[in-house]
């Protein structure tokens, strides 16, 4: 009985040593095989450590889960491992497998915290919304959790339950939070956890770039287990490197999406329908046209009601940092859509016409005219199609010149597609075909066509990217000083100016991740 308890407080010493990365060692998990029940639970739980950690090429045999004794000296590393081997789940998308392994965890150990975390996350991945929130919900009404990784885990759990609620200020605040604490525990698992969240909450707040910096990072140094979703949200940040490999299933599948409607082809069939990866899938199709959701976020950017591209989406596809974003279709006798910018070859195989750019900044020009093409045969009253452009209320006897001036130009522009028509108090666009232009409106953060910008051309300076990028000399400053300031860019002085660069700081740099995500 005493060399039981030695023997267990010697697996359960050693499962917190490897949760900073102390890995334990063949000699005592041979020992522990060797023991009693408790003692074959923690050796376990250990190899399941040292899997996760990539120490191991293989995982542990799943099957002899199911032979371990449970009682309650084993119940401590049952939980653990129960735990470790659901993560495993639904980090492979395996649903079946994942709640399976709920099954026996509860059976085994009861409702345990650990538990509800691991109920939590398989319905953040494979589930739907509503099961997803009422876990989370669950899970925020258990007893206060005190070991740290617990602590670490319940609150990147907090942060996509905020997600899931609309309260994207509220998930970034705790994603934040998740992050520290994972890096001043020093806990790997827990971080790469705790950013790969905070990464995709960045991303959804409508800040991919900085989700692309904190993933491009956390992605050279995740064992193999963590890399299709690192992948998956690489791809979904504009980074067209996080989805080669092959541990990178999903993402790869995903790659082949946004290759597809690139191409102009039919989007591919093999993709998660449900959970965190089947949401992002829908997203997709729909900026890009292929689907309705009538009443979603993705509708109103689609009609015109809102200009901000859903879930942080403007990067993908982007090649070009001056590229357009997104475009507004012109339809005959209909309203028209916008789409994002990786539909120009789907629009082009249906037959529509592109409006040739225009010589010289036409910004307003062609703002009014995606404005026209959104309000379809109804068109607008003159007075709201000014304010809608000039963003201050129209007054005849001030702006009527103006006004007329930017009918004209419009006109003009629209010479080789359509015209626009004025009746009484309304203005609306006449086409007989379809046709599609950049919205100059959907335009990327400055940091955001900053990065992409480097990124292509390579070192930069304020001066440089202002006109590169046709921005206010005061904005890329601005915007170049920030991203400094994140870690994104060195800076160096050359001659009388200086010149920024993409940074390629490692993600052992003990600053690194507290930079990031600030």
């Known amino acids: 009985m005493v060399r039981t308890f030695v023997a267990d407080e010697q697996g359960r010493e050693a499962y917190e040593r490897g949760r900073a990365g102390v890995l334990a060692e063949a000699a005592l998990l041979a020992a522990l095989d060797a023991g009693a029940a408790a003692e074959q639970a923690w050796a376990c739980a250990l190899r399941w450590q040292r899997w996760f950690a990539g120490a191991d090429a293989h995982p542990p045999n799943s099957d002899a889960l199911r032979s371990l004794k449970v009682d309650d000296a084993s119940a401590p590393a049952l939980d653990r491992v129960l735990h470790l081997h659901a993560r495993a789940r639904w980090l492979a998308r395996d649903a079946a497998a994942a709640r399976e392994t709920l099954a026996h965890h509860e059976q085994a150990c009861g409702r345990t915290m650990r538990w509800l975390l691991s109920r939590a996350w398989v319905e953040v991945m494979v589930g739907s919304p509503a099961s997803a929130r009422a876990a989370i919900a669950e899970l925020q009404d258990a007893p206060r959790a005190v070991e740290a990784e617990v602590v670490i885990e319940a609150a990147a759990l907090r942060a996509m339950g905020a997600v899931l609620g609309g309260d994207l200020e509220e998930a970034v605040s705790v994603a934040r939070r998740a992050s520290r ?21 960045r991303r959804l707040s409508g800040r991919p770039f900085l989700a692309a910096r904190i993933l491009g990072v956390l992605d050279r140094v995740a064992p193999p287990m963590w890399r299709s979703w690192i992948g998956w949200e690489r791809l979904m940040s504009g980074d067209s490197e996080g989805g080669a490999g092959e541990d990178r299933h999903h993402a790869n599948a995903l790659g082949a999406l946004l290759a597809a409607l690139a191409e102009g082809r039919p989007p591919t069939t093999d993709l998660p329908q449900e959970g965190l990866f089947g949401t992002d899938v829908h997203t997709i199709l ?58 120009r070859a789907a629009l082009e195989a249906r037959g529509h016409r592109e409006l040739p750019p225009a010589a010289g900044a036409q910004m307003r020009t062609d703002s009014a005219i995606a404005e026209l093409a959104l309000a379809g045969p109804d068109g607008l009253e003159i007075d709201d199609f000014f304010a809608r452009l000039y963003g201050f209320e129209y007054r005849n006897e001030r702006h009527r010149s103006v006004r007329n001036m930017l009918v004209h130009r419009v006109d003009r522009r629209l010479e080789s597609v359509g015209t626009v028509a004025r009746e009484n108090d309304r203005i609306r666009l006449v086409t007989e075909h379809a046709f599609f232009l950049s919205d100059p409106r959907c335009i990327a953060p400055p940091e955001e066509r900053l990065l992409y910008a480097a990124a292509a051309w390579g070192a930069l300076s304020s001066r440089k990217a202002a006109e590169r990028l046709g ?36 993600f052992q740099e003990p600053t690194w991740i507290d930079r990031l995500d600030n």
């Not at 009443?295 to 901000?308: C, F, K, P, Q, Y």
């Not at 000399?473 to 991203?483: D, F, P």
């Open 471 to 506: 921005m206010p000399l005061r904005t890329a400053q601005e915007a170049l000083r920030r991203l400094a300031e994140d870690g994104a860019f060195k800076v160096e002085r050359q001659q009388r100016e200086f010149v920024y660069s993409l940074e390629d700081t490692t």
């Open 286 to 343: 729909g900026v890009c046209g292929h689907t309705d959701a009538p009443g979603s976020a993705v509708a109103r950017w689609r009609s015109g009601a809102a200009l901000e591209v859903p879930d942080g989406l403007q990067a993908l596809g982007a090649t070009d940092p001056t590229a357009a974003v997104a475009l507004v279709v012109a339809l005959p006798g209909a309203r028209g859509t916008r789409v994002l910018a990786l539909s």
């Open 181 to 201: 604490m994972a890096r001043t525990e020093s806990f790997p698992q827990q971080e790469y956890l705790a950013n790969v969240v905070l990464a995709r909450v």
